[in-house]
């Protein structure tokens, strides 16, 4: 059986990245799913009760800004993966034999085989059900980042660089969820070019 992977979340400016673990069973309607950037949000919104709810096993991992700068994003992204599949475990004590499938280019460690597979996201059903559930978890926690930081506009472009988001970086200084490394000198470049 195959256990999907992907990530949301590796290019914003704040927040976590999430990652999803998913084992669709061999009766599922993979024809629902897509590449979650290509899926509306509330398209995405309405495929996500069915994955939890008829997905064999799932699972939700998460690496903080704080460790983004501290490891970078791709080390990041693989953590949060890895911190997924713990969490798959734990809901499915027994898990069948697997084989990881990944979207991209690398792959965490983890304790069966795994291949890595560009574009994954959009071909192989566990992977896109996986790339859903990362999407909408992120999503769903940068609108409730919206609401404590309601002069950042999280809730609105979830982190991204947007002129809105680098603009509100420069008058309201860094907030406590930004990603540091990816902040400070690439947005005043981008509002202020030097030259």
């Known amino acids: 059986m195959i256990c999907g992977f992907d990530e949301a979340g590796r290019g914003p400016l704040a927040g976590p990245v999430c990652a999803a673990a998913v084992i669709l069973s061999a009766g599922f309607p993979a024809a629902i799913l897509g590449d979650s950037k290509k899926l509306s949000p509330k398209r995405r919104e309405e495929v996500r009760p069915l994955i939890l709810k008829e997905a064999l096993g799932w699972g939700i991992g998460w690496a903080s800004a704080w460790e983004i700068d501290r490891i970078n994003i791709l080390r990041a992204s693989l953590l949060a993966m890895e911190r997924a599949w713990e969490d ?45 559930l990362a999407k909408t978890e992120r999503d769903r926690l940068m609108g409730l980042y919206g609401c404590l930081y309601p002069e950042y506009g999280y809730e609105f472009h979830k982190g991204y660089p947007t002129r809105a988001h680098r603009e509100a970086v420069l008058r309201y200084g860094p907030s406590p969820i930004q990603r540091l490394s990816f902040t400070v000198k690439p947005v005043i470049a981008k509002i202020h070019p030097v030259g």
């Open 88 to 132: 798959l475990s734990l809901r499915l004590p027994a898990p069948p034999a697997l084989r990881a499938v990944v979207d991209g280019l690398y792959v965490p460690r983890l304790p069966f085989p795994a291949e890595a597979v560009v574009r994954a996201d959009d071909s192989v059903p566990d992977v896109m059900a996986a790339s859903i």
